[in-house]
């Protein structure tokens, strides 16, 4: 069936997705920004009733829409997307939840019951869909390879930010101190652990440290930074993102990623994207992942996993006010060309049309 381009185009999300996570939030408002209509149709109930319930939603818009969009992470939405409708499925995908759960946070044991059903799920939303969003190369690289799905189904989008909250606002920095804050989940990809040490390490360096955020190793963080007396270092639990936005703005310089493992050579976390976007310094870790985007003269770069040079990298920050302004000044020109809400959504459009065109 060959579709008329020329006229709007209107997309469906769909499945158990939350409209307010920032992957959804960021592609949805790309492509409003674009002139794609964007009709909802989710639900959240528990167990069985959510399929139930779904099923009537969609019906009522089945003829309403050129494709359907399974929101992020909705791989178990994918299948059942396949039984009711003959559209074109595009499914975000950015993340894998066997990766995830298994190889990331090691939350599921590999070669379990549960870990198998993480790659099934994997494995059938790739296969199923027209079409796969990954957020970097490296990940379309490797899924491509471990699931057995050719690199021509996937389509590269970057994660991005919400530059409608993130965005570039005037310091109310309150410290004496050189700031440097972190905010993010506490996971294994993010290396919250190596950013504690750091900053033991610059303990009578005049730089203050500001942890945002909650998550599995949170115990963890918290326990090394009792063990190693630290007094430069501020822990807050949770903050809304248009409060976390100014507390952002107040800081010197933001931290991104510094995990070691494979996801974190893989992935560029949103936390980059949004740090960039309000235009601060940011450092984090060398990965083939951050390459394929940014290089020197945008972010500073580290080795992940390493203490050391990550508290390296933020004393020559410090000391470096014009590299400082340079990096701020080019990281966001990077993120605003390449990342923004509207250049997503662009992007977005064309893999659109590309799949409804056939």
């Known amino acids: 069936m060959t579709t008329d381009t020329s006229k709007s185009i209107t997309v469906l999300y769909f499945g158990f997705y939350d409209p307010a996570f920032t992957t959804n939030k960021v592609l949805i408002n790309g492509l409003r920004q674009n002139g794609v209509s964007v009709l909802e149709c989710c639900d959240h109930s528990p167990g069985l009733k959510k399929f139930l319930k779904l099923f009537f939603k969609h019906w009522k818009l089945r003829n309403k829409y050129d494709a359907m969009i399974i929101g992020f992470a909705g791989q178990l939405a994918v299948p059942f997307a396949k039984i009711v409708t003959r559209k074109p499925i595009i499914f975000s995908g950015q993340v894998s939840l066997y990766d995830a759960n298994v190889l990331d946070r ?11 059903y993480y790659w099934l ?10 079409r796969v969003i990954m957020a970097t190369q490296s990940n379309i690289d490797h899924f491509s390879e471990k699931l057995g799905v050719k690199k021509e189904k996937y389509r590269l989008i970057f994660n991005g930010a919400e530059d409608d909250i993130f965005r570039p606002l005037e310091s109310a920095k309150t410290e004496k101190d050189f700031l440097v804050s972190f905010h993010g989940t506490f996971i294994p990809l993010h290396g919250v652990e190596f950013i504690a040490k750091a900053a033991k390490i610059l303990e009578f360096e005049g730089v203050q440290f500001l942890i945002i955020g909650r998550g599995q190793e949170k115990k963890k963080i918290l326990d090394i930074s009792q063990q190693l007396r630290m007094k430069n270092i501020k822990f807050i639990d949770f903050m809304p993102k248009n409060e976390l936005v100014f507390k952002l703005a107040g800081s010197d310089a933001c931290l991104g990623t510094f995990g070691g493992n494979a996801r974190a050579q893989r992935e560029i976390a949103h936390k980059i994207y949004e740090c960039l976007a309000i235009r601060k310094p940011l450092i984090t870790a060398d990965t ?3 390459r394929e985007l940014f290089n020197e003269n945008e972010v500073m770069m580290v080795k992940a996993a390493d203490p050391e040079s990550l508290a390296g990298g933020i004393l020559k920050l410090k000391n470096d006010p014009i590299l400082r302004t340079r990096l701020a000044q080019n990281g ?3 993120f605003m060309r390449s990342a923004s809400c509207e250049v997503l959504g662009g ?3 064309k893999i659109i049309e590309e799949l409804i065109r056939k």
């Not at 090691?106 to 198998?116: C, I, P, R, T």
């Not at 799920?121 to 027209?130: I, K, N």
């Open 106 to 116: 090691q939350v599921v044991e590999a070669g379990s019951l549960k870990s198998l």
């Open 121 to 130: 799920l994997d494995w059938l939303a790739v296969r199923l869909a027209d």
């Open 288 to 290: 083939p992942a951050i």
């Open 332 to 334: 966001y020109d990077k």
């Open 347 to 349: 992007e977005f459009k």
